[in-house]
């Protein structure tokens, strides 16, 4: 049984860092991409960072781009996201998620295959 647990998440102030972790387990992390999405209070859940593992390469939307980077650690089977110059606009529980390995996907929440159950960040003064 595919299981993904989130930590990190908390409240910092506009300008601040923190980093995301997911541990990921019950499925076999090379099938799939790995990834973040958030949703803001109102909002739709929304794609935020995505990695692929044969190739190694990364995709950010447009609003954490430079930002937010994503890695992982195929032997602690952990995805992390660190955020960096966090904007209150960035406030929103962060969700990671196992889908599929063609990163043009992870726009779209529909097509992902497992969810964490989300770890909150806050961004205020």
């Known amino acids: 049984q595919a299981r993904l647990v989130e930590s990190g998440g908390g409240s910092v102030q506009p300008g601040g860092s923190l980093t995301l972790s997911c541990v990921c387990s019950?499925?076999?992390?090379?099938?799939?991409?790995l990834g973040w999405f958030r949703q803001a209070p109102g909002k739709e859940r929304e794609g935020v960072s995505a990695?692929?593992?044969?190739?190694?390469?990364?995709w950010y939307s447009d609003s954490v781009k430079g930002r937010f980077t994503i890695s992982v650690d195929s032997a602690r089977k952990t995805v992390y996201l660190r955020m960096n110059n966090l904007r209150p606009d960035d406030t929103a529980v962060y969700y990671c998620?196992?889908?599929?390995?063609?990163?043009?996907?992870?726009?779209?929440?529909?097509?992902?295959?497992?969810w964490g159950k989300g770890t909150l960040v806050t961004v205020s003064s």
């Open positions: 998620a196992a889908g599929p390995p063609y990163l043009g996907a992870w726009t779209r929440a529909d097509a992902m295959d497992f």
């Open positions: 990695f692929e593992s044969t190739d190694r390469t990364t």
């Open positions: 019950g499925f076999t992390l090379d099938y799939y991409g």
